[in-house]
């Protein structure tokens, strides 16, 4: 792995470093770097500083080219960036800074167990969610959608699953944009594309995606805890996946037809990855629609996870969800591009903003939030590892220099290849089952890439997003049962 | 030894591979990819081969190489096969004729999920009579 030499990192603060816009002639902006200390000795070490350099060539973009601090080396943009351009001046929509796995996103749902009462069930609980809910490779849902029942999805998202009786409306006013994507356009969707998602609605694929049951164990912000009726010890279930193949497909369509718009708008960047067409151009807006499309499918994807989920507990307990206040707290994408309004030198602009593994973070009295989290601010949820913690934060007005965006999880520290190299099965499921911790997986391969070790510690990244004013947080959630692909 | 070697990537999955022709090239970028996908199950009951004719267009090498294994990634997921052969009838450097033959998915132990091929630090160089590329893969 090739580290980065000769960027200059300007410190400003204890967490954050500038690359000044005067290292590359190519930078419209500078770069701007959330992290510790310490945990810059890790983004030092792979490619992940000179995709923020390569970002901040894109046109239209303002005020900087930011990475959150679980960065890491990704394609195009790095993990962990956030790139917002103004469509007005020449600005840039770019599928590389959203990603293959289109709103690949995580939700949490409480419930009103504690750990005491679902202690001696929880193998039971674990095998039933294992069974329910498809993951691993190639998983194929239950579901079976006819061809406008499929477009309807892509439309609606969310409300298509609600509609259907996969949820309530309680729970679309939990979900971003309110699980539907305003902008959808169904009919620019390549049959190809239909054709890998048609089977996958309803799985949570493989790879870091997962299905965890948690337990709140430290609260840090218990006015904002209450608000979401969150305490300690109480069970929850976190939810991490996106748009599968579907996904995968629409983002391949278009960064092939994209790269010609390099050469017809006079684009350079420095990675062709990083392809991308101006927001207004036609090419841009067919983008931006299917992309919406995707979106959509993710949502549709963990509400019906959800609803599985919901269904597990019911078997299991032999109650039934409301019983259990199995209420939605948020769900958040964290791959996705978004037309939002944000003040730019004091005039409100309407803006692309990239989340490449990042998450919109609004404060209190954001009016895109339902008015439930008016006064608290929107809920971002931060997994973790599977052997340690994740986190649930919430918005707040610093984040404003971020476009309201915060970090998205731990970030990888350690490649596939050598994590196969470091850790053995055996031990990674003995040190899980010393923790307390019952694991089921369709691959033993992902059980060992997904070790603990081979992420940073979330706990770091998270004190960094609050110390540097991005968002507060409100509660810590330790995994007991994990269910992987 | 393997016939391409893995490139330390933080997130994702690179290769790095070496051929004495363009064609070969190909075929063993593709090779490659499917090895990091699946592994052979030993048990007999074998599905039968799926052959399947592929013919591509681009406006560079790279470009080609990315949308042959592009292909052949969407072919995979849609009609639940793990291709072990390929024939390039035809390559030059922006249209491509070729063949590639596997099997159904069951037949294998699936071990990585490749979503998909990118563009990231792809270059495909040609020094001492060898081609050599490097492909990031997001997984």
């Known amino acids: 792995m090739s580290e980065t030499v000769n960027i200059p990192l300007r410190q400003l603060d204890p967490c954050r470093y500038q690359i000044p816009v005067s290292y590359n002639p190519g930078m419209r902006v500078p770069g701007m770097i959330y992290a510790s200390e310490k945990l810059l000795q890790d983004i030092l070490k792979d490619k992940a500083v000179e995709q923020v350099v390569n970002v901040a060539f894109l046109p239209g973009i303002v005020k900087q080219s930011m990475a959150m601090p679980d960065m890491h080396w990704g394609y195009g943009f790095p993990i962990g960036g956030v790139a917002a351009t103004d469509p007005q001046k020449g600005g840039v929509v770019s599928p590389g800074g959203v990603g293959f796995d289109i709103n690949c996103g995580v939700r949490f749902v409480r419930t009103n167990l504690t750990f005491a009462d679902i202690q001696k069930h929880l193998k039971d609980l674990v095998g039933t969610l294992f069974d329910n809910v498809p993951s691993g490779l190639g998983s194929k849902s239950g579901l079976r959608l006819s061809s406008s029942e499929g477009k309807h999805l892509l439309l609606k998202g969310s409300q298509w699953a609600v509609a259907q009786g996969y949820g309530t409306s309680t729970d679309l006013e939990a979900t971003e944009d309110y699980g539907s994507i305003k902008g959808a356009n169904p009919e620019i969707v390549s049959q190809r594309a239909y054709e890998r998602g048609k089977s996958q609605v309803g799985t949570l694929g493989s790879g870091n995606h997962f299905l965890e049951v948690q337990v709140v164990d430290q609260i840090f912000a218990p006015e904002i805890a209450q608000e979401l009726s969150l305490f300690e010890g109480q069970v929850g279930v976190m939810i991490h996946c996106g748009s599968r193949g579907l996904g995968y497909q629409i983002c391949d369509d278009y960064c092939h037809g994209i790269m010609k718009c390099l050469s017809k708008y006079q684009i350079e960047v420095p990675d062709r990855q990083l392809a991308c067409a101006p927001v207004e151009s036609p090419e841009g807006q067919e983008y931006l629609s299917a992309m919406r499309c995707a979106a959509n499918y993710a949502f549709a994807n963990r509400q019906y996870i959800m609803h599985m989920t919901r269904k597990s507990f019911e078997k299991v307990f032999r109650k039934n969800w409301e019983s259990m206040d199995m209420n939605l707290i948020y769900d958040v994408a964290h791959n996705i591009a978004k037309m939002e309004k944000h003040p730019v030198n004091g005039d409100e602009r309407v803006l692309c903003v990239h989340r490449k593994g990042a998450t919109r973070a609004f404060p209190a009295g954001h009016p895109e939030l339902a008015s439930r989290y008016q006064k608290i601010g929107q809920p971002v949820i931060i997994p973790g590892d599977m052997g340690r913690f994740s986190y649930l934060l919430i918005g707040v007005e610093g984040a404003r220099e971020t476009f309201y965006s915060c970090c998205h999880g731990a970030g990888r520290v350690m490649s596939r290849s050598k994590a196969t190299k470091t850790f053995r099965l055996d031990q990674v499921i003995k040190d899980l089952e010393q923790k307390g911790i019952v694991i089921q997986a369709q691959s033993k391969a992902t059980v060992i890439e997904e070790a603990s070790g081979v992420y940073k510690d979330v706990t770091e990244v998270v004190d960094v997003v609050e110390q540097a004013g991005l968002s507060r947080k409100v509660c810590r959630m330790r995994p007991v049962g994990v269910v992987k692909g | ?139």
């Open chain 2, 1 to 139: 030894m393997k016939f391409y070697e893995r490139i330390d990537h933080t997130g994702d999955i690179g290769i790095r591979l070496q051929a004495k022709t363009l064609k070969e090239l190909f075929q063993n970028a593709a090779c490659a990819m499917f090895a990091e996908m699946a592994i052979p199950l030993e048990s007999t009951g074998k599905s039968h081969d799926k052959k399947f004719p592929i013919q591509l267009k681009g406006t560079n090498a790279e470009e080609l190489l990315v949308r042959w294994l592009s292909e052949l990634l969407y072919l995979s997921d849609s009609k639940q096969v793990i291709f072990t052969e390929f024939k390039m009838e035809s390559l030059s450097e922006n249209t491509l004729k070729a063949f590639a033959t596997g099997r159904r998915r069951r037949d294998f132990t699936m071990t990585t999920e490749i979503k998909a091929v990118t563009y990231h630090d792809l270059k495909i160089r040609k020094e001492n009579d060898l081609y050599e590329v490097q492909i990031i893969f997001d997984v």
